[in-house]
């Protein structure tokens, strides 16, 4: 018997959230340059990399034509901008108006180290900003 997947649209990263909050075990999405809306908001190469921290074993279906043109892996990007809020209270990033930074450790392919206060978090306690 077939598994049955459960696939809702993600033109962003909201979008994306909102779908895997909902139990979705798969999305289908535009880049900037394979969409077939002219104009819609979609994720660029960097923000697809960034869906990692959110769903790290995800895989990513890019339609062309209408058809599966190829399928990709995500991988969890060397710097994290602006996305994972550090869970340290006395870190800068807590305390002033600015963005946060995380640097991904090689040796773990899980672990990320804030790059002002060097707290290391894992991935799966990531909080989002």
């Given amino acids: 018997m077939k598994k049955v997947e459960l696939l809702a649209p993600a033109g962003n990263m909201e979008k994306f959230k ?3 909050h909902y139990g979705a ?4 999405m535009g880049g900037k340059m394979f969409n077939l809306r002219a104009g819609s908001n979609n994720f660029s190469d960097e923000e ?4 990692s921290v959110i769903a790290p074993h995800i895989s990513l279906s890019i339609i062309r034509n209408f058809e599966v043109a190829e399928k990709r892996q995500v991988e969890l ?3 994290l901008v602006g996305i994972v ?8 990033t807590n305390n002033e108006p600015m963005q946060t930074m995380f640097h991904s450790i090689k040796a773990s392919k899980t672990i990320l180290q804030c790059h002002y206060c060097e707290k290391e978090i894992d991935v799966d306690e990531a909080k989002f900003c």
Avoid: Y
């Fill in 25 to 28: 075990d798969a999305v289908f």
């Fill in 85 to 92: 809020k550090c869970p340290n209270p006395k870190c800068i």
């Fill in 48 to 51: 697809l990399n960034q869906l």
């Fill in 18 to 20: 909102m779908a895997l």
């Fill in 77 to 79: 990007p060397k710097e």
